[in-house]
Every structure is written in C-alpha cells, then in structure tokens.
C-alpha cells in the first residue's frame, strides 16, 4: 500500500508515522506548482495526505476530486506526526500500527534508569 504525501519539505517525521500505520511506501509532492493539479494520483496510492499548509486550493481541489472517484481516503493535516497520528488513528489501514521505535526506547530509557541505580 502506497500513500500520496502533498505538500511539505521535510516529510521524514510524518513518512515514519505512514509506516507505522501499515503502509509499505509513501510517495512525495511538494504540490507548489499549478501543474499538480493535472496530475493523476498513483494507481497504487491507497491514502493521500495533504499538508494543507503547504498547498493551494487548486491542487487540493483537484486531488479531493480524484480521491473522491477513486475511493480513496483522503486526509487533510498540518505538517505534524502528532497530527496525523489521531487522524491514522480513525481510519482502517492497518488493525495495529507498529510502534517498534517507541518500545525501543522505553528499554533504553528502562536500562539507562538500571545503570544509573546500580552505579
């Protein structure tokens, strides 16, 4: 499963959170041209996000109306993990999002606490 980010620079935070959630590769427009409005959303996106910060009304016009065709969820968000995450968090993509980097800092911050007691 594939999701359309639109908009946004620095979409590293927000592409984890995609994975999170079950989605195999996430895919990236910046969205500042008029041209992304002609442009067809991927036969393989299954959730498209749009950073509604970062993109006209045009383009999110354009995009709502494919998704719409499509029957693809659309989502609209600022650029924040946070954000996203509660709006992941209503829709079905996956039954459990993986939350591996959390667990793995909750034994280092366990093992750190232990070193700190015993020394």
Known sequence: MTALVVGGDYIETLTRELLA????????????RPRFTKRAIPRSARLVVIL?????????NAL????????IPLVYCRSSSHE????????TLST????????IN?????????FRGNH
């Open 21 to 32: 959630h079950g989605l195999k590769r996430v895919e990236h427009w910046d969205g500042r």
């Open 96 to 103: 459990v999002p993986c939350r591996c980097r959390d667990k």
């Open 64 to 71: 709502k109306q494919q998704a719409t065709k499509n029957g």
């Open 84 to 91: 996203l995450r509660r709006k992941l968090e209503g829709l």
């Open 52 to 60: 509604y910060d970062y993109v006209s009304h045009s383009v999110s």
């Open 106 to 114: 909750d034994v280092r911050n366990f093992v750190r606490q232990w």
